[in-house]
């Protein structure tokens, strides 16, 4: 039983970071038909001055993870917008060309970071109670499980009520659904792409600090090792759809933990295995629309 | 001199005399291993050393590969983000047959050959079900898929060590850092096989089936031609044909790491392909031979004194060769759509433009 | 070829061209919208009447001259173009099935929306249903809310594709009639295959095969020619009308 309470606790801390990653993922996508390759560089950049951040602070204090924290979603709000800004809007509707540029942008800054940085991970602290643990009927969970948890369900409240209530989350969900008849409206729809690759980038910002502190470390590979699940999880759930994303997220993550455990260290292949089966059954997804 | 140049391009257009350039070229290409030919800052020696031999020959195994790209994104329009696994398929599969079974060479081609296809043929038949960014994911994820079960399974593929060739199985001369012309020659043979079988398909019912569903699936759909077989083709044959690129591999570095799964590289083989021109076999050739001696010339300068003594600023960045080429590809992408190839080929229109200038202007 | 008009027209199209990825969709349309009236655009299926319209709000790639009251709007970004004063009720009215009816609505106002009332005293229907999903409304409910983003704004002109396209017959007059009401305040270019409503509402009528404008003038000398109505659209200018728009 604790086993399972532990397999299962950490599963939805692996998944509060996939849904971090892929609901800008899902987002981008769903608004602008853009596949974000560069989404692991945005967060692998945000854990990168995130640590420099609580380093520069103290690591122990929970002061310098919360400036670690708005470091990182500050930072993957500036990075994916310049992106947005820069590049992608240059090649627009140009669907392929997009998604090429944003290859390049992710080797050339892995690169970058490997130069800065160093190909090794650096082994990072936080306060006191994030390495610590806490007893839930036998189980002994790492702590840093429920920080991923409880900031993942406030960036899922927040992105929700931001598209819910304000002008440009009219125009994203608009634009979601029929772009072109947004911009027949009179809406220059290119500035909701700007705003939702922020959202995403600071999502990811999140993601990247607190996936240091779930891994123990900072490398420049962080990002390029959760983008291909994030991208398998935006694609389970069904691309441009938020509540797909977070479903998927934390199905993909339990389940990969569970047959981690029983099945012989075969998550990873069970993922794929389920993303296959789910295309054959369902291939625009759990929640996507039928095209 | 206007007319001469007009007179060439035209003469260029012929097919005889196309075939006879290729041959010239080839031939040329050919027999470098045997002349002492050195080209300052482009190439690292002469080119009968072993050194230079084996980096020309790694950029003809790139080029075949690159070619075998083509067939999925450049003919057919499939974005395949997991091409990766069938090279890793040809080169791994190539290296346990040999060292498992006793096989000799040949025979052990063969066989792979067979799992490549049967492979090819069943991830095919499941990710083409579904099209565009979705199919490109799917590629990517039964890539990593590969890439989880060689590192998994170091007793069977020597893990992240890698596998290295069971060199007692292979012909002598295949073997030996002498013998690196001989494996040139064979890599120069393989890739003027796999230009022809690219450019047959090209020219095929299939291929331009696979063509017409890059321009317009839908159109395909309501004259009446199912695209699924076309594209599953497409698919098996550039499957196949990196499998081949592979094996290649294997034998020319008498080994293979699990890098040759990975992301990283299917998205070098993409850079490549875009970089010598989507939708060009020449384009393919040229990018892979270009990109892998950029590859190998800005490693080399990484590793210079003189990039060693830069301010921080410019050190850091300079001595990443993969940045170097990263923000070059996204250069090409941003202000050079259609690559080398399509740069090539409007500066060669800008001077036929001239030359019928010239040519008015003569007349009267 | 086309019939002398009084006036500057409020929209005036000249030589327009359009293509969807290789394949041209409109060659050369030629056609003026006067101020205060409704011109309807005709012609058979395929002849290129939805893609002028997309071509002129540049929802499609185009190339050829379009003037609004004077001043070229073929360079210009979709957006722009509407917000000059273009008001665009699309084929199939493409209002957002997930958002509510106020949601269409509010995603549509411009600069304090002053044709509220308009819309309320049209449309009451709909304003009553503000919280509902469009995706959950009658086809004809989901069509005027469509009209009715158009009318909230002060527009030059509305370009209305196909508004009466599979609705039953008595919601094709209600449609029609809305129009109507609407052609007294704002000029509109309207594509109609319901040759009842066409009659009905143009005042002129251009109509177009093949991707190119082959016929431009008064509407009641055009549909008094019957057999020219029949070359042109393939139908009696007294044709049925529900067999029509229940195509």
């Known amino acids: 039983m604790s086993t399972v309470i532990l397999l299962l606790i950490t599963g939805l801390g692996l998944g509060a970071l996939y849904f971090l990653v892929a609901s800008g993922l899902s987002l981008i996508y769903g608004l602008m038909g853009v596949l974000n390759f560069a989404h692991g560089s945005f967060l692998t950049l945000a854990a990168f001055l995130g640590w420099e951040t609580a380093r520069a602070l103290g690591a122990d204090s929970w002061v310098s993870l919360f400036a670690a924290l708005g470091v990182g979603a500050v930072t993957g709000a500036l990075f994916a917008a310049g992106t947005e800004f820069l590049l992608i809007r240059r090649l627009y509707e140009r669907h392929i060309e997009q998604v090429l540029v944003t290859v390049g942008l992710a080797l050339a800054t892995v690169?970058?970071?490997?130069?800065?940085?160093?190909?090794?991970?650096?082994?990072?602290?936080?306060?006191?109670?994030?390495?610590?643990?806490?007893?839930?009927?036998?189980?002994?969970?790492?702590?840093?499980?429920?920080?991923?948890?409880?900031?993942?369900?406030?960036?899922?409240?927040?992105?929700?009520?931001?598209?819910?209530?304000?002008?440009?989350?009219?125009?994203?969900?608009?634009?979601?659904?029929?772009?072109?008849?947004?911009?027949?409206?009179?809406?220059?729809?290119?500035?909701?792409?700007?705003?939702?690759?922020?959202?995403?980038?600071?999502?990811?910002?999140?993601?990247?600090?607190?996936?240091?502190?779930?891994?123990?470390?900072?490398?420049?590979?962080?990002?390029?090792?959760?983008?291909?699940?994030?991208?398998?999880?935006?694609?389970?759930?069904?691309?441009?759809?938020?509540?797909?994303?977070?479903?998927?997220?934390?199905?993909?993550?339990?389940?990969?933990?569970?047959?981690?455990?029983?099945?012989?260290?075969?998550?990873?292949?069970?993922?794929?295995?389920?993303?296959?089966?789910?295309?054959l059954l369902r291939p625009s997804g759990l929640f996507g629309r039928r095209t | 001199m206007s007319t001469i140049r007009t007179t060439l391009g035209r003469l260029v257009a012929r097919p005889l005399v196309k075939w006879l350039l290729g041959g010239a070229l080839v031939a040329f290409v050919a027999v470098l291993p045997?002349?002492?030919?050195?080209?300052?800052?482009?190439?690292?020696?002469?080119?009968?050393?072993?050194?230079?031999?084996?980096?020309?020959?790694?950029?003809?195994?790139?080029?075949?590969?690159?070619?075998?790209?083509?067939?999925?994104?450049?003919?057919?329009?499939?974005?395949?983000?997991?091409?990766?696994?069938?090279?890793?398929?040809?080169?791994?599969?190539?290296?346990?047959?040999?060292?498992?079974?006793?096989?000799?060479?040949?025979?052990?081609?063969?066989?792979?050959?067979?799992?490549?296809?049967?492979?090819?043929?069943?991830?095919?038949?499941?990710?083409?079900?579904?099209?565009?960014?979705?199919?490109?994911?799917?590629?990517?994820?039964?890539?990593?898929?590969?890439?989880?079960?060689?590192?998994?399974?170091?007793?069977?593929?020597?893990?992240?060590?890698?596998?290295?060739?069971?060199?007692?199985?292979?012909?002598?001369?295949?073997?030996?850092?002498?013998?690196?012309?001989?494996?040139?020659?064979?890599?120069?043979?393989?890739?003027?096989?796999?230009?022809?079988?690219?450019?047959?398909?090209?020219?095929?019912?299939?291929?331009?089936?696979?063509?017409?569903?890059?321009?317009?699936?839908?159109?395909?759909?309501?004259?009446?031609?199912?695209?699924?077989?076309?594209?599953?083709?497409?698919?098996?044959?550039?499957?196949?044909?990196?499998?081949?690129?592979?094996?290649?591999?294997?034998?020319?570095?008498?080994?293979?790491?699990?890098?040759?799964?990975?992301?990283?590289?299917?998205?070098?083989?993409?850079?490549?392909?875009?970089?010598?021109?989507?939708?060009?076999?020449?384009?393919?050739?040229?990018?892979?031979?270009?990109?892998?001696?950029?590859?190998?010339?800005?490693?080399?300068?990484?590793?210079?004194?003189?990039?060693?003594g830069l301010p921080p600023v410019l050190r850091v960045p300079l001595s990443e060769p993969l940045f170097i080429l990263g923000t070059l590809f996204i250069l090409v992408v941003l202000f050079l759509p259609g690559g080398i190839v399509g740069l090539a080929g409007r500066v060669a229109r800008r001077r036929t433009a001239e030359d019928a200038r010239d040519r008015l202007e003569e007349t009267t | 070829m086309s019939a002398p008009i009084p006036g500057n027209p409020v929209l005036r199209v000249e030589g327009l061209a359009a293509s969807i990825g290789h394949q041209p969709v409109i060659e050369r349309i030629d056609l003026e919208v006067p101020a205060g009236r409704v011109t309807a655009i005709l012609g058979r299926n395929g002849a290129g009447k939805t893609s002028t319209i997309k071509a002129i709000l540049g929802l499609i790639p185009r190339s050829g001259v379009v003037e609004l009251a004077g001043e070229r709007i073929d360079g210009l970004l979709t957006h722009r173009i509407v917000r000059r004063g273009v008001g665009y009720v699309p084929e199939d009215r493409e209002v957002f099935a997930s958002l509510t009816v106020a949601e269409n609505l509010r995603l549509a106002e411009r600069d304090g929306a002053p044709g509220r009332e308009l819309v309320v005293e049209l449309f009451p229907d709909i304003v009553q249903r503000a919280g509902q999903r469009a995706g959950t409304l009658s086809g004809g409910q989901q069509q005027m809310v469509s009209l009715a983003r158009a009318l909230l704004n002060d527009n030059r002109i509305l370009l209305v594709d196909e508004p009466t396209k599979g609705l039953a017959p008595k919601l094709v007059t209600e449609v029609a009639a809305a129009l109507e009401r609407a052609a007294q305040v704002v000029p509109i270019l309207l594509v109609e295959q319901n040759l009842q409503v066409a009659r009905r509402l143009a005042a002129q009528v251009v109509v177009i095969e093949s991707g190119r404008t082959v016929h431009a003038g008064p509407a009641d000398e055009f549909f008094a020619d019957e057999e020219r109505v029949e070359r042109l659209l393939g139908v009696h200018s007294e044709g049925d009308p529900t067999s029509e728009a229940n195509r």
């Open chain 2, 34 to 308: 045997l002349i002492d030919l050195v080209v300052p800052g482009v190439l690292p020696g002469s080119t009968y050393t072993p050194g230079t031999l084996q980096l020309l020959a790694l950029s003809l195994i790139f080029a075949a590969l690159a070619l075998s790209y083509h067939v999925l994104f450049g003919i057919t329009g499939l974005l395949s983000f997991g091409h990766a696994l069938y090279f890793a398929v040809g080169a791994y599969g190539l290296g346990v047959i040999l060292e498992r079974t006793g096989l000799s060479l040949l025979p052990a081609i063969g066989l792979t050959l067979v799992g490549a296809l049967v492979v090819a043929t069943l991830l095919g038949a499941v990710s083409l079900r579904v099209s565009g960014i979705s199919f490109a994911m799917v590629t990517l994820a039964f890539a990593q898929a590969g890439s989880v079960l060689i590192r998994r399974n170091p007793d069977v593929t020597g893990g992240e060590e890698g596998l290295g060739l069971a060199t007692e199985q292979v012909p002598d001369f295949l073997v030996g850092v002498v013998d690196t012309r001989n494996l040139f020659w064979v890599a120069l043979a393989v890739l003027v096989l796999v230009f022809l079988a690219v450019r047959w398909f090209e020219r095929s019912r299939a291929g331009h089936v696979a063509a017409a569903v890059r321009e317009n699936e839908l159109r395909v759909r309501v004259l009446g031609l199912p695209p699924f077989p076309a594209k599953l083709v497409a698919f098996v044959i550039g499957s196949v044909l990196a499998a081949i690129s592979g094996m290649l591999y294997l034998l020319l570095q008498s080994g293979v790491t699990p890098r040759a799964v990975s992301a990283d590289f299917t998205l070098t083989i993409l850079v490549i392909v875009v970089l010598g021109g989507v939708g060009s076999r020449w384009g393919a050739v040229i990018g892979a031979v270009v990109y892998t001696l950029l590859d190998q010339r800005l490693t080399a300068l990484a590793g210079s004194d003189a990039i060693a």
């Open chain 1, 111 to 279: 690169a970058l970071f490997d130069g800065i940085w160093g190909t090794d991970p650096q082994f990072i602290r936080g306060p006191q109670w994030l390495a610590e643990t806490t007893e839930i009927l036998g189980a002994r969970i790492p702590n840093n499980r429920f920080l991923l948890i409880a900031v993942a369900v406030l960036v899922l409240v927040g992105i929700v009520l931001f598209l819910r209530f304000t002008r440009f989350g009219l125009v994203i969900r608009a634009g979601v659904e029929n772009r072109s008849m947004v911009t027949a409206l009179g809406i220059d729809v290119r500035r909701a792409f700007t705003v939702v690759f922020a959202i995403g980038g600071a999502a990811a910002g999140i993601g990247g600090v607190l996936a240091s502190h779930y891994f123990g470390y900072v490398s420049p590979q962080l990002g390029g090792s959760l983008l291909i699940f994030a991208f398998i999880v935006t694609v389970i759930g069904g691309l441009g759809s938020l509540p797909g994303a977070a479903l998927a997220s934390v199905v993909v993550a339990v389940l990969q933990q569970f047959a981690n455990f029983y099945l012989a260290g075969t998550g990873d292949l069970m993922v794929v295995l389920l993303l296959a089966v789910v295309l």
